[in-house]
């Protein structure tokens, strides 16, 4: 079992930059891939931004990759996304999520999810 507590979400105006957090406990988070997704009213849950266990390996959505960056700290059990160049239509409730499978974009591929931080950039 892996809990997962985001942070880091706010109110930006656009152009400019937040930083989630993403701080696990449970079992080994090393051993886990993750993922950031996000979620804007009345639309489906889309993936972000993913990195590998050891963070040898990042990826992302075509509409954040330049402005997003994915990181990970294993000793402190966090995964982080800066997001820079902000802009309205990234406004949406981000989560992050655990994966056993290998770098994923699929949300049904990950098997633990936080509870969320809102994202809310004014134009």
């Known amino acids: 079992q892996v809990q997962l507590v985001e942070s880091g979400g706010g109110l930006v105006q656009a152009g400019g930059s937040l930083r989630l957090s993403c701080v696990a406990s449970?079992?080994?988070?090393?051993?886990?891939?993750m993922g950031w997704f996000r979620q804007a009213p009345g639309k489906e849950r889309e993936f972000a931004a993913g990195i590998s266990w050891n963070g040898g390996v990042t990826y992302y959505a075509d509409s954040v990759k330049g402005r997003f960056t994915v990181s990970r700290d294993n000793v402190k059990n966090t995964v982080y996304l800066q997001m820079n160049s902000l802009k309205p239509e990234d406004t949406a409730v981000y989560y992050c999520?655990?994966?056993?499978?290998?770098?994923?974009?699929?949300?049904?591929?990950?098997?633990?999810w936080g509870q969320g931080t809102q994202v809310t950039v004014s134009s």
């Open positions: 449970g079992r080994t988070f090393s051993s886990y891939n």
């Open positions: 999520a655990a994966s056993d499978y290998g770098p994923e974009k699929n949300p049904a591929m990950y098997k633990y």
